[in-house]
């Protein structure tokens, strides 16, 4: 548990099967009523052990949601889930050298870290900045995570921005909107390529927006998802 309502959830692959994903897709699970639930993979495939390979799903705890009150309630360890993927688009362009930008809101954030255990491991230096927004700093729930990365990857900086800190949080960084804090750095996104996740309100505020700032459509890469019982 990283943070009061996020869970980092580890699922144990099939060892007999080689799942091949991209960095960012994600996977469903299928729930015994039909219907589905989304999550992103939080770490890069080549991070997959052979002959013990898992991935990484970051939770967030939706009361009322059937499944994540059934991960925060009562999933064991070696509780066996029925999964399909991987599915999506939210992947890395790697045939593009034009500064990157990353945008996330909340577990929105998953996708992104999986990408950037990815560009290290590849040895990609494109230029890349990571603007990862919550409501408090303990929304922020990989902050160590991403500290030791920035160690890493001089390419990379990162921007924590919070919209809604209490006096107790002594919060002394960006605060507001995260979409919004890309434009008051960069007025002018034409030369960039932008990847969004989180809530729709932040990715729709996002692509709406960045056209405004020059964006050309097609370099706006995004996956949101809607509410608990869809896309997390």
């Known amino acids: 548990k990283k943070s009061p309502d996020v869970m980092l959830v580890k699922l144990q692959l099939p060892a ?32 997959l052990v052979e002959g013990s390979p898992a991935v990484e799903l970051h939770i967030r705890h939706m009361p009322g949601g059937i499944f994540t009150d059934h991960v925060f309630g009562v999933m064991k360890e070696r509780d066996i889930q ?52 919550g409501r408090r700093p303990q929304d922020l729930y990989l902050n160590d995570w991403l500290q030791a990365q920035l160690e890493l990857m001089p390419n990379l900086s990162y921007v924590p921005v919070i919209s809604d800190a209490l006096s107790e949080d002594n919060w002394s960084g960006r605060t507001g909107f995260v979409h919004q804090a890309v434009l008051e750095d960069m007025p002018d996104l034409s030369a960039h390529q932008v990847y969004a996740c989180g809530a ?28 608990a019982a869809d896309k997390v």
């Open 16 to 47: 007999t099967e080689v799942m091949q994903y991209h960095a960012g897709q994600y996977v469903d699970f299928l729930l015994r009523d039909g219907s589905r639930r989304s999550y992103s993979m939080a770490n890069a495939p080549h991070t």
């Open 82 to 133: 029925r999964i399909e993927g991987p599915q999506g688009s939210f992947f890395l362009r790697e045939d593009s050298d034009k500064p990157l930008v990353f945008l996330a809101s909340g577990t929105g954030f998953a996708p992104i870290k999986a990408i950037l255990e990815h560009m290290h491991f590849k040895g990609i230096t494109r230029p890349a900045v990571l603007y990862w927004g």
């Open 200 to 227: 729709p309100i932040v990715v729709d505020s996002a692509r709406a927006a960045y056209a405004k700032a020059g964006l050309p459509e097609d370099e706006f890469y995004a996956d949101s998802f809607t509410s």
